[in-house]
């Protein structure tokens, strides 16, 4: 049999059978299994575990039936007789037992990676509406909760013994996630901060520990929390006077906080790369000050060369005023590794999560484009304690060949072609029909520079492989496990992702809101009517 790979932590994901997908019902009984190590459970405790309100023999029968959907899964890995099953664990892969072998370990680097190994709570946002099963999941969750808790306690112990302020900040916050009321990581964050002489913010995370303890628990901070921040605010008071010196000249001939308007290429942070799951190397800068936003681009980005683009140059400047905005180059293009990559969404949700653990942020905003949407719902999805908002501008949930759109297979196939065959040529005619598609009202001039562009952000094997990829793609059923509040901005006449696409998302995630942009452009420019529309819901969304 194919070695299976199973991932539990953060939802539900089987990979590895190449059969048909499984039932809801049947992946809870296939995870139910998994979870046990081999330890045959009866066939009478599985019948009132899955089928609790159905008669006894209707509920074995319904068994026997699941039991012989997951055989063709399984092989010779499930294994029955007439009392007792089992699934053997010996060629199954599970982020579950790799997380429990290694999350009591002393050593940092592997206990740090048990702690990546946790992408959420245990089948989190995974159910089957049968209470006894519910209880289960619960209580199993509460428990690898409480191993993640236990095991990030001890990474920010080791962190402030070898004070590793940086580490120490990143720990902290992801426990703070799981655990808010926890008074004594609270003090740990606040004293980290401190570390980094981050006094503004050690003096934001007593407020917002007070303001916690308040709400939940009406009590007041404990005594050692005002000892340490009435100590912090005693440092920061030594400081303040030649800080003040300083802010007044700044050396850089740049008039400082409110006064500056807009942002550019050379206030952004220096390119820095974080090696994703697998090795790869992600490009990423920062640009900005406010509520942080990660922005996922699509298609085609360039940290550098986007501050020149006819349309994300505005982007930028526009929401960098009002946002900290972090954001990514995708693998295998732009400023992030070419060659050797694995091309996949799932490695490119793993990319985010990379990024977004080099910061200390509780939670971030997500801004995506394009096909970027679908990445975005995927990490809100793995990580709701971590996303504030959502804004899919332009997205689509379903590739070009999962809309039911008759000849999409045969367009798809034959762009990729075109992509692999006529991406880097020196005539541009090919590129200039993705420009009509993508911004059909740009000037000569925009849409020269969109052609050399293009070819810019990466070969052209790579971007067919993401061409291929993204037209097969489908979340459709994560869009009903969102649970951040979303935003979807859609152009009129967009031609890449049809207007239909972005009211699919929108009637499928609870609560999402919509607006409609006047404009026949992919992404909207700013002389166009709607743009001051556009930023101005983003921050009214946020704000």
């Known amino acids: 049999m194919e070695s299976l790979k199973i991932n539990v932590l953060g939802g539900l994901e089987i990979k590895g059978s190449g059969k048909k997908p499984l039932t809801r019902k049947a992946k809870a009984v296939a995870a139910y299994l998994v979870l046990q190590r081999g330890r045959p459970q009866s066939r009478e405790q599985l019948a009132a575990l899955f089928w609790e309100n159905s008669p006894q023999e209707q509920a074995r029968t319904n068994l026997r039936q699941c039991l012989s959907t997951l055989r063709k899964h399984f092989e010779d890995a499930l294994i029955a007789d007439a009392d007792a099953i089992l699934i053997d664990p010996s060629n199954i892969d599970t982020d579950v037992e790799r997380f429990e072998e290694s999350i009591n370990s002393d050593d940092l680097e592997v206990l740090t990676q048990a702690i990546r190994l946790y992408k959420g709570d245990l089948l989190d946002g995974f159910g089957v509406k049968e209470e006894a099963f519910e209880a289960w999941i619960r209580a199993e969750r509460e428990r690898y909760r409480m191993l993640m808790v236990d095991g990030l306690t001890r990474l920010i112990g080791q962190c402030e013994a070898t004070n590793d302020a940086g580490s120490a900040v990143r720990f902290a ?49 404990q005594p050692e929390t005002l000892a340490l921040i009435k100590d912090i605010r005693a440092q920061r008071n030594e400081l303040a006077a030649p800080l003040s010196v300083q802010e007044h000249d700044t050396g850089s001939g740049r008039a400082s906080g409110t006064e500056k308007s807009g942002y550019t290429l050379s206030d952004q942070s220096n390119v820095r790369y974080v090696q994703s799951s697998d090795g790869v190397s992600i490009a990423y800068a920062d640009v900005g000050e406010g509520h942080p936003m990660v922005l996922l681009g699509g298609w085609m980005t360039h940290l550098e060369k986007d501050w020149d683009s006819p349309v994300m140059r505005y982007f930028l400047t526009h929401l960098s005023e009002s946002f900290r905005l972090i954001r990514i180059d995708q693998r295998g293009q732009g400023m992030s590794d070419w060659t050797h990559v694995d091309i996949s969404s799932e490695k490119m949700v793993d990319d985010v999560e990379c990024v977004i653990d080099q ?5 971030v905003a997500i801004f995506a484009t394009s096909q970027g949407a679908a990445v975005s719902i995927a990490y809100a999805v793995r990580h709701p304690d971590r996303v504030s908002h ?23 196939e034959a762009m990729v072609t075109l992509i692999r065959q006529r991406w880097g040529a020196e005539n541009p005619a090919f590129r200039q029909y993705m420009t009509s598609l993508f911004i059909p009202d740009a000037s000569q001039e925009d849409a020269s520079w969109f052609n050399d562009f293009q070819r810019t952000c990466g070969p052209g094997e790579n ?22 509040p979303t935003l979807i901005l859609h152009c009129t006449g967009d031609a890449v992702a049809p207007i239909s696409e972005g009211k699919f998302m929108a009637s499928r995630i609870p609560g999402a809101q919509f607006i409609l942009l006047e404009s026949n452009n992919h992404m909207i420019f700013e002389n166009e009517p709607d743009f001051p529309k556009f930023v101005q819901s983003i921050r009214n969304f946020i704000q």
């Open 173 to 221: 916050t992801r426990l703070l996630a799981l655990d808010p009321l926890n008074e004594n990581v609270h003090r740990s964050l606040m004293r980290a901060y401190t570390a980094q002489d981050r006094y503004d913010a050690a003096l934001k995370q007593f407020e917002v520990c007070k303001d916690i303890l308040r709400r939940d628990l009406d009590v007041q901070p």
């Open 359 to 363: 910061f200390d942020f509780q939670k």
């Open 390 to 412: 959502l804004i899919l501008h332009g997205g689509y949930a379903r590739g070009r060949c999962r809309r039911g759109e008759p000849g999409a297979a045969a367009e798809s």
């Open 463 to 484: 971007m067919a492989r993401f061409r291929e990829m993204f037209d097969e793609m489908d979340i459709s059923e994560l869009l009903s496990q969102v649970r951040v």
